[in-house]
């Protein structure tokens, strides 16, 4: 797959990560099953638009799995 490499595909990369990241810190907070599943989707989501580099999707997909899910 190729990946998005213009300056505003990098716009785009970085919009990505923020979005997740956000999502990741509320899930954090939360421990939604929910937030969890959105966090999935949105890594999948950014992987397969090619935005997220391999070491980001690595990295994420590795976090998701030691956090789990957590109910209340």
Not at 28 to 48: E, I, S
Not at 51 to 57: E, K, N
Not at 63 to 71: E, F, I, M, Q
């Amino acid at each position: 797959m190729q990946r998005l490499t213009t300056p505003v595909a990098s716009d785009i990369r970085h919009q990505a990560i923020a979005l997740i990241g956000a999502e990741l810190i509320a899930y954090h907070v939360n421990r939604n099953p929910q937030q969890h599943a959105r966090l999935l989707g949105l890594v999948l989501m950014a992987d397969t638009l090619g935005v997220l580099s391999t070491t980001d999707r690595a990295t994420l997909t590795a976090k998701l799995a030691t956090l789990g899910v957590w109910n209340a």
